[in-house]
């Protein structure tokens, strides 16, 4: 086995840390037998990269650069004197100082920033060191880009033989700086003194411009979903708006660098109609926190307070432990929830690795697990939760085995399948639909058996907590898709058959959406009927309080209705769902319904002006479904304005969300070691108090494979036609 590692990082306020902050942790290994090191080191290694080609009808060009931002290097053990160093428990407390003037770590198709804290355990006898790494998330500041707040103006002369042809729009921005969740306020002013009705579109852009060694640039403008908001101005006449650009958590400028820059703009957008071409203004923002906002800690050099390490415990001779127990004791306790860390194993020939990276937390009930050998049939006796403060799983072993590994997985992943049928072929054509999708694998050994002895029989306890990603769907199941997460335990015997024994309990997971606009939501819908008399208009103006509610809350409406008309009208509101499955091949499959017992209709007289309060009912059983692309679950609020024959009815669709918001998650903030408690220990074992250290696998890989579903050849597209004619913009 060699040497078995895991660096811990202390928990941040919010996850990351900061450039000019420190990085603190501890390093914990422990060494099987005595062996003879060179040395051991820790470092801290920060580097960006960037690599992209581009190609022309007659050739290929590629394109790169590089560059180290920190390489920082303690030495925690130099053998000098060619001795062995014993075995046992080692522990070393960190901490490493980051530069202040470095990029936040990013990465994407064409470029990785990256800062990563590496252990090099180096062996005398061998050029080959062995390394364990964990990755560190930084942020960095950001430089304002102009001066606040800042005063703009756009003007637009249209080609007209009229004198009234001029579009101008005056604005101020109050901030150009921000932190990534706030939102660029901006008060506009637009005189149209033209005879057209113009739109004003406000968006934030994106804009990543990557640097080659040979000064080569690529640029790229990402799409920001859901940051974009449009106001129409009547013809001749002058509108005062005051527009919100929302940014996200997640998005952040990026300085600091020469291989790479990440650049926002507000673009403000003068839609016009056809023949004329519209007017755009970019207006250079940053996001991100500014360098006198930064909790910097005075300048630091680097600083160690304790003595150097030392074995935790030893034997009078080498090759035993002082307590036969304390490796057992020492491998449960390093099981503690952490945030980062790796686990290896480092053989002669071949290495082993299992690398865990993990940004939520899940708290998980007993799991209890039995198995029985030679018994015939294998029982599974935990398919739910029944303890919710234990989180622990539980094995019985009858009498003494032989095992060569017990490992706990916890795998999450979706996918789909259908078959569409060729309505139109005498064949009775059909093809077949499928896509799958993995959100995580996390792996963990229990029991590794390389000393060819039996596991003593007995009853076991192992506690266990595991991690889940942020950005994963929630469960799901219906005819044509599942989204899942299961954790299995495996039972590997040592025989020649290598019989596994399989037992996994179904966890329900739920997770946080993405609103679909901001709050509250202005609309409106309009709808001219074809009539000789004047009045023949119906409008509809309202406002919807929240677009993103929890399930089981009401959409709460306000509409005011004014009946222009001859003719009676009915509103109509109601809630839709709609399905979309996608395939590998980007083929999609689209149902649609409306949600039972969430329809209300009234009435509104002819001639006449009527206020609706209208409560749009969700339930705790429908959700929105989105980070995954399997599959998509969108809601809809539905306004029709429905009419009497010949007439055709007015319909507006309202995208809503239903789920918790990201910041309504009860996520723990950077959760690296926080088990207070010492892990229990074997509820009971047998007399037989023989020696059965875990050691690593000999010459063994731990993999779990996972076969994505391969569709076949695409036949058609499905398109779905909708009727847009009536439907009115929100």
């Known amino acids: ?206 804009r990543l411009i990557y640097i080659s060694s040979c000064k080569n640039q690529k640029k790229f403008e990402p799409l920001i979903k859901n940051a974009s908001i449009m106001s129409s101005v009547a013809a001749n006449s002058v509108a005062n708006l005051i527009c919100v650009v929302p940014t996200f958590q997640d998005l952040r400028s990026i300085n600091h660098t020469k291989i790479m820059r990440g650049e926002y703009k507000v673009r403000v957008t003068v839609k016009l109609h056809f023949p004329h071409s519209n007017a755009v203004l970019d207006i250079p923002v940053a996001i991100g926190l500014r360098k006198h906002e930064l909790a910097i800690p005075a300048t630091v050099s680097y600083h160690y307070d304790g003595a150097q390490p030392s074995c935790s415990s030893m034997a009078p001779h080498n090759d035993i432990f002082a307590n036969k127990d304390e490796k057992n004791d020492f491998m449960l306790k390093e099981k503690e ?193 074809f009539s000789l008399k004047a009045s023949n208009k119906i409008e509809i103006k309202g406002e919807i309080m929240k677009t993103c509610v929890t399930p089981g809350d009401n959409f709460q409406m306000t509409l005011t209705v004014n009946n222009d008309s001859n003719t009676s009208v009915f509103i109509k509101t109601e809630l839709i769902s709609r399905m979309t499955y996608v395939s590998s091949c980007k083929h999609k499959k689209v149902d649609e319904e409306i949600v039972k017992n969430t329809c209300i209709m009234e009435s509104v007289a002819t001639n006449g002006v009527t206020t609706l309060t209208r409560m749009v009912p969700t339930y705790p059983n429908i959700y929105s479904i989105q980070h995954t692309k399997v599959m998509a679950r969108e809601y809809k609020v539905k306004v029709t304005a429905k009419l009497p024959f010949p007439h055709i009815d007015a319909v507006l669709e309202i995208p809503v969300a239903i789920g918790l918001k990201k910041h309504e998650l009860l996520v723990p903030t950077a959760v690296y070691n926080q088990n207070d408690e010492e892990p229990p220990p074997y509820l009971s074992i047998s007399a037989q108090n023989e020696n059965c250290i875990n050691k690593g696998n000999d010459g063994e890989d731990i993999t779990i494979l996972e076969e994505a579903d391969s569709s076949k050849s695409e036949k058609k597209e499905l398109d779905k036609g909708v009727d847009q004619e009536n439907k009115g913009k929100i």
């Open 1 to 206: 086995m060699g040497v078995i590692c895991q660096i811990l990082l202390d928990k941040t306020a919010n996850g990351v840390f900061q450039a000019g902050g420190l990085v603190t942790g501890t390093l914990k290994y422990f060494i099987d037998k005595p062996t003879q090191y060179k040395s051991i080191t820790m470092c801290l290694l920060g580097k960006g990269k960037c690599q992209w080609t581009e190609s022309t009808s007659s050739s290929t060009s590629y394109y790169s650069n590089s560059e180290e931002f920190t390489n920082q290097i303690v030495n925690l053990y130099v053998n000098t004197d060619k001795k062995e160093l014993v075995s046992g428990a080692f522990e070393y407390p960190f901490q490493f100082l980051l530069p202040i003037d470095i990029p936040p770590s990013f990465k994407d198709d064409v470029c990785v920033i990256e800062y990563k804290i590496t252990a090099k355990f180096e062996k005398a006898n061998t050029r080959k060191p062995k390394n364990f790494d964990v990755a560190i998330p930084v942020t960095s500041y950001v430089y304002p880009c102009s001066l606040e707040p800042m005063m703009f103006c756009l003007k637009k002369n249209l080609f007209s033989f009229k004198p009234s042809n001029k579009i101008e729009v005056k604005g101020e921005i109050t901030k150009t700086c921000i932190r990534p969740g706030e939102n660029f306020e901006i008060t506009l002013t637009v005189n149209n003194d033209t005879n057209l009705e113009i739109f004003i579109k406000t968006q934030l852009v994106n």
């Open 337 to 529: 929830d952490s945030r980062k860390f790796k686990i290896e194993k480092e053989e002669s020939s071949e290495d082993d690795e299992i690398d865990f990276d993990v940004n939520d937390a899940i708290k998980l009930e007993k799991l209890d697990i039995k198995e029985f050998e030679d018994g015939g049939d294998e029982k599974n006796n935990d398919k739910g939760w029944h303890n919710k403060e234990a989180q622990s799983s539980k094995y019985f072993i009858d009498k003494p085995t032989q095992y060569r590994r017990i490992t706990m997985s916890f795998v999450g992943k979706g996918e789909c399948q259908w078959t569409d049928s060729d309505s139109n072929s005498d064949d009775d054509d059909s093809t077949d639909y499928s896509n799958s999708e993995e959100y995580f694998i996390q792996a963990v050994n229990v029991y590794l058996g390389t000393n060819k002895k039996n596991l003593l029989s007995g009853a076991f306890e192992y506690p266990f907590q595991f991690l889940l990603p942020v950005d994963i769907p929630p469960s799901f199941k219906d005819k044509i898709s599942c989204i899942k997460y299961k954790i299995t335990v495996t039972f590997v015997k040592e025989n020649f058959m290598k019989t596994n024994k399989n037992f996994d309990v179904e966890i329900p997971v739920t997770s946080y959406v993405n609103p679909c606009s901001l709050e509250p939501l202005m609309f409106s819908l309009k709808k001219d009927l």
